[in-house]
């Protein structure tokens, strides 16, 4: 059975470089939403709308419905969102189940001033160059509980004391 697994959490707390680990170890799909909109929306294509936002989950969603249809993999990591709306995850979760799949969420924390300082550091290579302190700070205001069942995963100090958590989690019930 495929698993979906939504990383979320605010900007700078660590949702890619987790999901990038965790792939190797499992040999996991990941979609990556800002890789999704800089190849659909390159250059000054790019608006960081929400609407942008949206068209760039739909294609991810659609092709984690593919590849579970077509059973490609047995992990597929949704990364590059926060998920900071119950509407957001629960329009993946829905389509996990309609697919077959089933679904784990990670929601990643850590001190704002670590998230702040990952984010000031303005990571040239990273896809979504809107990301900066402010925008940590507009998305936590706003952000809403997760409800459905999740691994909090503080990466305060980075995420190699999480790996083993992370990874049980992901595994249970295989």
């Given at each position: 059975?495929?698993?979906?697994?939504?990383?979320?959490?605010?900007?700078?707390?660590?949702?890619?470089?987790?999901?990038?680990?965790?792939?190797?170890?499992?040999?996991?799909?990941?979609?990556?939403?800002?890789?999704?909109?800089?190849?659909?929306?390159?250059?000054?294509?790019?608006?960081?709308?929400?609407?942008?936002?949206?068209?760039?989950?739909?294609?991810?969603?659609?092709?984690?419905?593919y590849l579970t249809?077509?059973?490609?993999?047995?992990?597929?990591?949704?990364?590059?969102?926060?998920?900071s709306k119950q509407?957001?995850?629960?329009?993946?979760?829905?389509?996990?189940?309609?697919?077959?799949?089933?679904?784990?969420?990670?929601h990643l924390t850590?001190?704002?001033?670590?998230?702040?300082?990952?984010?000031?550091?303005?990571?040239?290579?990273?896809?979504?160059?809107?990301?900066?302190?402010?925008?940590?700070?507009?998305?936590?205001?706003?952000?809403?509980?997760?409800?459905?069942?999740?691994?909090?995963?503080?990466?305060?100090?980075?995420?190699?004391?999480?790996?083993?958590?992370?990874?049980?989690?992901?595994?249970?019930?295989?």
């Amino acid at each position: 059975m495929t698993t979906w697994v939504l990383f979320a959490g605010l900007p700078g707390t660590g949702k890619s470089t987790l999901a990038r680990v965790m792939a190797e170890r499992f040999g996991a799909a990941v979609l990556d939403k800002d890789g999704v909109r800089g190849a659909l929306f390159p250059g000054e294509l790019t608006d960081f709308s929400t609407e942008q936002d949206q068209l760039c989950m739909r294609a991810m969603v659609e092709a984690a419905v593919y590849l579970t249809d077509r059973r490609r993999t047995k992990y597929i990591f949704f990364d590059g969102r926060p998920f900071s709306k119950q509407v957001q995850i629960e329009e993946v979760l829905r389509a996990a189940e309609g697919a077959g799949a089933r679904w784990r969420i990670l929601h990643l924390t850590c001190a704002d001033a670590v998230a702040e300082g990952r984010l000031a550091a303005q990571d040239p290579s990273h896809p979504a160059q809107n990301r900066d302190p402010a925008l940590y700070r507009r998305i936590k205001q706003a952000f809403e509980p997760i409800l459905q069942a999740k691994l909090e995963v503080d990466t305060t100090l980075g995420i190699d004391a999480q790996l083993e958590a992370v990874e049980a989690y992901l595994r249970g019930g295989e």
